[in-house]
């Protein structure tokens, strides 16, 4: 029932009636299968799709992003259509959030979960293998389910489900710890001392014995590194980020709303709980803004900002359940008015909406320039006179621009398989390989150490042979070398 000392904020009682956030899900969907090709033959994306259909471990130590993975991986070991690996890996994220959606059905806040498709940024929706997306979704459930957990319940079944969905947060990508922080607080302040003690003991045994067994990669620890070099800090003011944050569009409507949920708190009985949340927001900025500085320019946006907006989006439920927490046996909220009360609920029922509207804006301006990448893959493919050949990067970047070109061999390969797949007609799979000046002026050299069967890849990973890759997508031709070829010229 609701009254002045009891508010409920029911998914019936919002604006938008109760079934209307439903239809974002579909719509997502939707927007992701259409984006499949594009999202997925793209580096990072591609070179997991290229080790999932040829059987191989994902190279980071990330073990939790095996639950985005294996409907790939079954479906390669199946011997699918790549179209169809492809569209297993690109979906099965939607479809897991769309799943928590309806076992959250009697959450009131179970509307947060559209924070995992709406707050990253237009980028998101065109990075398909989504690290940090897994690991948003995993602290979205722990949110929810430490929200509607009451510190009597028994300990056993919340202990063990909290434990793991925080585990998925840490063991997807590191930023995850930025989610950690703040799980930590809410937690602290809503269970029960005892429960706390647990789960937090179980998540520091398990990720200890991770760092022991499994230590960081040298990339990740390379990110660690900067957040305690003093020169980072002492040059802070000249991060090329902080200029990359002043054009950032899309993080204008979390930044908003994290101030806005701010300065409301400040107003209200609960101010320390919102100057704390928006103090740990602030401090988490901070940190995106120098990794962010060190790192892959064109992917960690989505690997670390987007972190950060989904937190500054969290002010708003925060704000709520601040306002609702029980003290001394009373609700807070029962000094706000009936109008103050009703607000609050069109607010929480048109945001998700709003935000729909925002990000399906933002795909229709940048998609023109992953589609345009995505026929350019697809005519440099048609334009190769060979099937296995390297070129300068100066000319590729000028023939399959914007983005990095060091997994051009995994988009290359891959475009070649679906353009067969699509076609219906079998042939050698197509590979090319962008080198520097150095690179190319030491070939010769280079050639007779790796022979004429061997896929040159990424510089951090060594050639593979042929033979050994999976005949079902990849059939190169054996006792073929790689050719010098010049795109300006279409001389080789």
């Known amino acids: 029932m609701d009254s002045p000392s009891n508010p409920v904020i029911t998914v019936k009682s919002r604006w938008l009636g109760r079934y209307g956030e439903g239809l974002i899900w579909p719509l997502w969907l939707f927007v992701v299968f259409h984006l499949g090709e594009v999202r997925w033959l793209h580096t990072d994306s591609a070179y997991t799709l290229f080790r999932i259909l040829n059987h191989q471990s994902l190279f980071y130590d990330r073990f939790a992003c095996e639950l985005i993975v294996w409907p790939g991986q079954l479906l390669t070991a199946m011997g699918a259509p790549a179209f169809w690996v492809l569209q297993g890996l690109n979906l099965i994220l939607p479809i897991m959030a769309w799943m928590f959606w309806i076992l959250f059905a009697q959450s009131t806040h179970r509307w947060m979960l ?30 929810l389910l430490i929200e509607q957990h009451s510190p009597t319940d028994s300990l056993r079944w919340s202990w063990a489900t909290l434990s793991f969905t925080l585990l998925v947060t840490l063991l997807s990508h590191p930023a995850g ?12 302040v809503s269970i029960s001392r005892k429960q706390s003690l647990y789960l937090f003991l179980t998540v520091l045994l398990v990720m200890g014995l991770k760092m022991a067994l499994f230590p960081s990669n040298s990339y990740d620890a390379g990110l660690y590194q900067t957040l305690i070099n003093s020169q980072t800090w002492q040059h802070f003011d000249q991060l090329w980020s902080l200029q990359y944050l002043s054009h950032a569009s899309w993080f204008f409507i979390p930044s908003v709303t994290a101030v806005a949920c701010f300065l409301l708190g400040l107003t209200k009985p609960w101010r320390g709980l919102s100057l704390a949340f928006f103090a740990l927001w602030i401090i988490e900025v901070v940190v995106c803004l120098i990794i962010y500085s060190q790192g892959d320019a064109h992917i960690n946006m989505e690997k670390f900002f987007y972190p950060v907006a989904v937190v500054a989006m969290l002010s708003i439920p925060m704000y709520l359940w601040s306002s609702q927490r029980p003290e001394f046996g009373h609700y807070r909220l029962k000094f706000v008015t009936a109008k103050q ?31 345009n990448r995505y026929q350019q893959l697809h005519a440099l493919i048609t334009a190769m006179p060979n099937d296995k050949m390297i070129a300068h990067y100066d000319s590729l970047s000028s023939r399959v621009h914007p983005g990095s070109l060091w997994g051009l061999s995994y988009e290359t390969a891959l475009t070649s398989v679906l353009n067969q797949e699509r076609t219906g007609h079998n042939g050698p799979v197509k590979s090319m390989k962008a080198m520097s000046t150095e690179e190319i002026a030491d070939w010769d050299e280079t050639q007779k150490r790796i022979g004429d069967s061997l896929l040159i890849g990424a510089p951090f990973e060594m050639p593979q042979r042929i033979d050994r890759l999976n005949r079902r997508y990849f059939q190169f031709v054996q006792g073929t070398t790689y050719r010098l070829w010049n795109p300006a010229t279409n001389r080789n």
């Open 114 to 143: 559209f924070f995992l498709i709406l707050a990253g940024g237009n980028e998101l929706f065109f990075i398909g293998y989504s690290e940090i997306g897994l690991s948003t979704l995993a602290f979205l459930t722990s949110w």
């Open 177 to 188: 710890w930025l989610y950690v922080l703040i799980i930590a607080g809410f937690a602290l």
């Open 341 to 371: 009360r009703d607000f609050s609920r069109n607010i929480v029922g048109i945001l998700p909406w709003f935000m729909a509207l925002s990000q399906l804006l933002g795909i229709q301006q940048h998609s023109p320039t992953y589609t």
